[in-house]
């Protein structure tokens, strides 16, 4: 492995010389900056437009699934047939956004009955994602699932199972996968850019109460207008509580708190990025601080996950933290970070910083070399730049357009997507192991290639 990452290293250099050497004859302005700050384009080539329609239905027409389904209807030839939810509120806004002749439901097996629909999105809370796409896709539906894939790690496999069975398109919702941000992160990494990979991280800060979970609970919300039955139909019976059904991402019956909302989409990304198939040793701490408004998820969460070596990637360590209570507010990021610079990793933006030199401008530490004879040349370098900004071209439509899109051309052309049941799964048990670590106060071991815990 060695070989192959000096190779690859010795590849991203002579690259990046070209680059530099593009920029400084282009630019002479740039060239009379001490900070030579190269800049490049991520261009993404137009997509098919296709002429067979997909017809679709959105199941959980809240935030989430309302979203997917508008950029859904934005891939030439996607029409949206019906929609389902618990709530009369959202089945009357997805008349008054799509159409009057849309089928509205608040029973999702009736979406599945219908012969015009072939594909559905699973907009749901958490607790439904595993047993609507398990029936959708045995109903012959390709399924976009909204992530964490599933609720409870023992829910994985037979989503994998039913997957493979019928043949379906499945893919998981976390869209940064398919951006122009992480596909260039994932290049970036492989060519030798940040030399080799040994630490990760990622951190989300939030305070505003809209952010941190506390929705508005709408005035009509009652027995008459939530199919509260159904709702709790699949986990623990309990009477008519509109906080539990509106602000669901607090309670552990429904949600999967921080790490599945949130740390989830790193793994996804990370996961990508890498080749990685996940950590084996999970690990969390954290505590509700704050927002003493009945939730049963903490409000402060750190994570520390063990990588092991394997042929994609060396041993590395990844630490992820969410803090609620941050009265800074407002940061959100992800960094690799290798033995020779770092980038910072967005959807449609990677930042490379690379060491300037190696060596050491420590005057003690230079004059010790001077008379040790160590051969310490006065002479002055040429230096690699310290920073590469890539920027995604004007007018690009992001990761959750090239994330459906995926979808789409995977079902027209019977092909593969990347973020499938597996991927899914791997990317959501570390995030669920997380959140068993934080209750059980103890660390979690999973096997991530063969995708379960290990008791130890
Ligand atoms: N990919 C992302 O960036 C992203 C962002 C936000 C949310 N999400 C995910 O999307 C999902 C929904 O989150 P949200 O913020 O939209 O929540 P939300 O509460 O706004 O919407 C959920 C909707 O599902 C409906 N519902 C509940 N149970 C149902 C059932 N059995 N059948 C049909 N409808 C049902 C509810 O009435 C509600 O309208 C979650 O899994 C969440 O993790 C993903």
Known sequence: MKEKQESSRRSFIKKLATTTAAVAAGSSLLAAENKVKPFSILKRPPGNSLNDQINIALIGAG???????????????????????????RLNDAKTRWGADIFTTK????????????????????????????????????????????????????????????????????????????????????SGAIGQLNYAEGFWARREPLEVWQYPIPADASPQTVDWETYVSNTKKRDFDAKRFFRWRNYTD??????????????????????????????????????????????????????????????????????????TSGTTYLKLVGSEGSMDITWDKVTLKRNKTFGSDDPFYLDKLKKAGSGYAERKKMLPPEEIVYDAEKGYLGGPYDHMNNFFTAIRNNGK????????????????????????NSPMFWDPEKMHSIKK
Not at 70 to 82: E, N, R, Y
Not at 172 to 186: P, Y
Request: glycine content about 12%; overall charge negative; charged content about 20%.
């Open 63 to 89: 935030g989430m699934g309302t979203q997917d389904a508008i950029v859904a209807l934005q891939i030439p030839g996607v029409k949206l047939v019906a929609v389902c939810d618990l709530y009369d509120g």
């Open 417 to 440: 997507v990347t973020e499938d049941a597996i991927f899914g799964y791997r990317a959501a048990a570390p995030a669920l192991l997380c959140n068993d670590s934080y209750y059980n």
């Open 107 to 190: 029973i999702y097996k009736e979406i599945l009955n219908r012969k015009d629909v072939d594909a559905v999105i699973v907009g749901t809370p958490d607790h439904w994602h595993q047993q609507i796409s398990i029936d959708a896709m045995h109903a012959g539906k390709h399924v976009y699932c909204e992530k964490p894939m599933v609720h409870s790690i023992t829910e994985g496999p037979a989503v994998i199972k039913a997957q493979k069975e019928t043949g379906k398109v499945f893919q998981v919702g976390s869209q940064g996968v398919s951006s122009l941000g992480n596909e260039k992160a994932h290049e970036l990494l492989k």
């Open 254 to 327: 429904y949600g999967t708190g921080m790490a599945g909302d949130l740390f989830v989409h790193l793994f996804s990304s990370l996961h990508f990025i890498t080749g990685s198939m996940g950590p084996n040793k999970i690990y969390a701490a954290g505590g509700l601080r704050f927002w003493n408004d009945g939730r049963e998820v903490p409000d402060v969460l750190l994570g520390t996950f063990d990588y092991g070596k394997t042929q994609e990637h060396p041993a590395f360590n990844l630490s992820l933290r969410c803090n609620f209570v941050d009265g």
